[in-house]
């Protein structure tokens, strides 16, 4: 079984306007790459959307179709831990799902985000 996939906002946000436009740019040709793998959403990341969605209910209809992952004590820790060692601090945004990424054992995949790489080939840039 592979990994599962934790989905950035940005890859999601990607997506959604590439669906809308009905045009085929670099989100939606990475989509074959995750054929077959369990897709999740952080609450960091539906917290995003959310905040700038133009209609909070279409964006809300559309997370459902992804799990969502919640942030607990394992998250928690990680994140803190991250944090901590960092010599520079990560975003908090950041910080929360490059732990939840880890905690999970999951890729990440994300468009040119620094604090993404600390994941190394965990984190799949789409672009």
Known sequence: MSRPVLLDASFLIALEREAAA????PARRFLPALRGRSLVVSVVT??????GAADEAAT???LQRFTIQGI??????????????????????DAWLVATAESLDADLVGAGNRAFERLGARYLKYQ
């Open 22 to 25: 009905g045009s085929l740019g």
């Open 60 to 62: 809300w209809t559309t």
């Open 46 to 51: 539906v917290a995003e959307l959310l905040e």
């Open 72 to 93: 607990h004590l394992a998250q928690a820790r990680r994140c803190a831990l991250l944090q901590r060692r960092s010599a520079r601090r990560l975003g908090e945004n």
